[in-house]
């Protein structure tokens, strides 16, 4: 096939990989919801090969998928009609720390993982974290806007990003990698890409901020009755505690799951309704702090575990991370990542059983989430394949004038859905700018825009 030969000659033949059975990872994304095939799979080692690929792909209007690590909960790397896959994870070089401005250059394939390591050795540290972090890379992580568990003290990674280097769907290079914390000369092209999704142009360097690296950490984990005192306790906490680095619901089946699945020890002898886990870091050791503010709770905390040491630390925040691993052991799970104020947050977590119950009876919902953030991620097992559930659960979000997308992007799952937060307006200047940019629409059709 001629489209094939030409990006061979773009990355080289061995880069352009079509064997089904190797192609088949690359098309199906990591809750197995979204299953599809890939024409090709082609494997670009610099911003150059990618401006080659899809100057080549635009000419011959072939759709083009961008994926980083497939870690994306909401179907939007993955090809589902023999699109082309752009893997960017090759292009995972990442420079010298500047450690006068406390900033780092990374290529997109950097993994998360990978960028903590090199900031960690400068004495730095990166604002974002997030469970997937071995194999969530820079480019997917600024295409989603991803979140994670820090974002309540450092904001998304939008707030980490100084600039980008990316590439236009006709393969042009736009590159603005300067780093000033101060400029401001036109549109601010990062923050546009940023939360695009793939869909108006490929990222193929960053030019990112990072934080203070702290040595001194506490962990605890708090037993609570209820949603809404865990909302109220995390209120008080980020009133008191300036250290406060993160703030982290389940609930008592999720936990139950967890411990069965991974064969671990309850954290309590009674089970509770409700947990908060917590995490503050600072340059002199945050207990006293902390310990004195949870006092400060009195009968609203049941049951406390505290831990400074980093493998207890580590053991405290696996019954929290290890909810995504542990409910994809029960099936596919339908992953609706929301966000609500703080004040309707109990109503909307007692009112999601009943509107699932109603929509698909016999399915099994589990809530947990980035309560600092007012963020729940709503999964539900054995929903089937339609998207009943779906358009309930968003419905309620939406009523209760929350956003159907808290974190993790609208992809292929929520496009349907995006008139719920955006007005025709809006989607009319959202559809403007993708013609500007991707006027053939190669780039991830299919993603967050409606379907016309
Ligand atoms: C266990 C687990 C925990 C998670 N926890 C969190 C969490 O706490 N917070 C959170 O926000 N997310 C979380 N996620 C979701 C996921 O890790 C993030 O969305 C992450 O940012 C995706 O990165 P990726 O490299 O895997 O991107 P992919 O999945 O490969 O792609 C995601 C999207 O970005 C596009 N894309 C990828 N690379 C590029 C590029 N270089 N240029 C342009 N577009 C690109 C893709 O087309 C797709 O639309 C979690 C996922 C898992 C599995």
Request: proline letters at 5%.
């Amino acid at each position: 096939m001629d489209l094939i030969r030409r990006l061979g000659a773009v990355v080289g033949p061995e880069h352009v990989l079509t064997d089904p059975a190797v192609t088949v990872s690359y098309a199906v994304d990591w809750t197995g919801r979204f299953r599809g095939s890939a024409a090709a799979v082609v494997r670009p080692r610099s911003t150059e090969e990618v401006a080659g690929v899809l100057a080549v792909c635009n000419e011959a209007e072939a759709a083009v998928v961008p994926q980083g690590g497939n870690t994306g909960l909401v179907g939007g790397g993955v090809p589902l009609a023999g699109e082309i896959v752009l893997s960017l994870r090759r292009l995972d070089e990442i420079g010298p720390v500047d450690t006068l401005a406390g900033q780092v250059t990374a290529g997109a394939g950097v993994t998360l993982a990978g960028l903590q390591a090199r900031a960690a050795a400068a004495g730095w540290a990166f604002g974002v974290d997030l469970a997937a972090r071995d194999s969530a890379t820079v480019g997917g992580m600024v295409a989603t806007n991803a979140g994670g568990n820090r974002m309540m003290r450092y904001g998304p990674m939008r707030a980490q990003v100084l600039g980008v280097e990316a590439v236009l769907a006709d393969g042009r290079v736009v590159s603005h990698l300067g780093g000033l914390a101060k400029d401001n000369t036109g549109y601010d092209l990062a923050g546009l890409v940023t939360g695009s999704e793939g869909t108006l142009a490929v990222v193929t360097r960053v030019r990112l901020r990072l934080v203070p690296r702290f040595e001194h950490r506490v962990v605890a984990l708090l037993a609570v009755g209820s949603v809404a005192t865990a909302v109220e306790a995390t209120t008080s906490l980020r009133r008191e505690v300036p250290s406060l680095e993160a703030a982290e619901l389940f609930l008592a089946e999720g936990l139950a799951l967890v411990c069965r699945v991974f064969g671990l020890p309850r954290p309590f002898a009674a089970e509770h309704a409700a947990y908060l886990l917590v995490e503050c870091a600072d340059h002199r050791d945050p207990e006293p702090e902390l310990a004195r503010a949870v006092g400060r709770l009195g009968p609203l905390v049941l049951d406390a575990a505290v831990a400074t040491e980093p493998a207890r630390r580590a053991a405290l925040w696996r019954y929290r991370e290890a909810h995504t691993e542990a409910i994809a052991t029960l099936g596919v799970a339908h992953k609706l990542d929301v966000a609500l104020a703080p004040g309707s947050l109990p109503a909307f977590v007692a009112e999601v059983p009943a509107v699932v119950a109603r929509a698909a009876p016999g399915a099994t919902t589990f809530l947990f989430g980035h309560v600092g953030d007012g963020n729940v991620h709503v999964n539900v097992v054995g929903a089937g394949d339609g998207d009943e559930v779906d358009a309930a659960v968003l419905g309620l979000v939406a009523d209760m004038g929350g956003s159907i997308s808290a974190e993790h992007g609208i992809g292929r799952a929520k496009r349907r859905w995006l008139h719920l937060n955006r007005s025709p307006v809006e989607i009319d200047v959202f559809a403007a700018i993708k013609r500007a940019l991707d006027p053939r629409g190669i780039l991830n059709p299919g993603v967050l825009l409606p379907p016309r």
